[in-house]
C-alpha cells in the first residue's frame, strides 16, 4: 500500500467553474493498493471538525482493502477542534449546496485523475459534513457506485434527489440531538419520494459522531463514541462497497 498527501492548488482545481475548493487550497490523504492495476476509488469524507487521523485511517483501510481511497480535506488544512470555530464555519457550508459540491467535485477530480482510478468505479463514503457533501455530488447528478453516511441525515433542493444514481446508505445513533428522529423521517421522505434506492440504519443508544473514538478537545452536547456500533457501522460501509462496488468485477 502507498500513502500519499494529495494538494489542491488555485491554478489547477476549477470545480465545473465554481471558485476551486471553496477558495481554499485542501490537503487530502490517498491510500493506494498493491499493484500497478487500475481500481475502484472511495472518496472519503471527514466530521466537520475536519480531515484527522481517523478518516487517513479509514482510506488506508479501503487501500488495504483494494480501493483506491482518497480522505478530502473541507478546510483548507486546519483541523477545527474548538467546537464555536468548527459550527462557525460549517454552518452556512451546510446551507449552501452549491459550496458543498464544489468542494466535492474538487475531491472528485484528485481522484478521477489518479492513474490507478478506475473512474467508470467511485464511490463515495462521508461522515457529519463529509457525508452532506457526498449526498450533494448525488443530488448534483454525478455518477457513483454508492453513497454511504454515518450523521448525514442532511435534504437537499426540492427535486434534486431524484438525480441520485445509486444505492445510498445512511447510518445514524438513535439518541442522536442533532439527527433527531424528525430529521430522520424528512431524509428517508426524501429519498424515497425520489425513487432512490435507500437503506437507514439506525443504532440504538447512540449519539452523534458515534462511530468517532474520543479527541482531546472540547465537543458539543450529543457527541459520544459507542465503540460497538463504530465497529458496527464500520463493515456495513465495507458491506455497502462489496455490493456495490467490489474490486474484483
Known amino acids: 500500500m502507498t500513502i500519499t498527501t494529495v494538494q489542491s492548488h488555485d491554478d489547477g482545481y476549477n470545480a465545473h467553474g465554481r471558485d476551486p475548493a471553496d477558495g481554499l487550497t485542501m490537503i487530502g490523504h490517498l491510500a493506494l493498493p498493491a499493484g500497478v492495476d487500475r481500481r475502484p476509488a472511495v472518496l472519503v469524507g471527514p466530521e466537520g471538525m475536519g480531515l484527522s487521523d481517523v478518516e487517513r485511517r479509514r482510506a488506508d483501510a479501503l487501500a488495504e482493502l483494494g480501493y483506491v481511497a482518497l480522505a478530502f480535506d473541507v478546510h483548507g488544512g486546519s483541523y477545527l477542534g474548538d467546537p464555536e470555530e468548527m459550527l462557525a464555519r460549517c454552518m452556512p457550508l451546510l446551507a449552501d449546496p452549491d459550496r458543498m459540491r464544489g468542494i ?11 492513474p490507478r482510478t478506475d473512474p467508470d468505479r467511485i464511490a463515495a463514503v462521508g461522515y457529519g459534513t463529509g457525508g452532506a457533501i457526498v449526498l450533494e455530488l448525488g443530488r448534483d447528478g454525478v455518477d457513483l457506485r ?3 453516511t454515518v450523521n448525514a441525515l442532511t435534504t437537499g433542493r426540492p427535486g434534486e ?27 428517508t421522505a426524501e429519498m424515497q419520494a425520489a425513487g432512490v434506492d435507500w437503506r437507514l440504519v439506525v443504532y440504538g443508544g447512540a449519539l452523534h459522531a458515534f462511530h468517532h473514538p474520543p479527541v482531546d ?16 457501522a464500520w463493515r456495513d460501509v465495507v458491506d455497502l462497497l462489496a455490493e456495490c462496488l467490489p474490486v474484483a468485477e
Request: include cysteine.
Open 161 to 187: 434527489a431524484a438525480r441520485i444514481r445509486c444505492p445510498v446508505w445512511a447510518g445514524v445513533g438513535s439518541e442522536d440531538p442533532i439527527m433527531p428522529p424528525a430529521q430522520r423521517d424528512a431524509f
Open 146 to 148: 454508492a453513497i454511504g
Open 217 to 232: 478537545h472540547p465537543t458539543v452536547p450529543g457527541v459520544g463514541y459507542h465503540p460497538r456500533h463504530a465497529q458496527r
Open 104 to 114: 466535492g467535485h474538487a475531491a472528485l477530480d484528485v481522484l478521477r485523475a489518479e
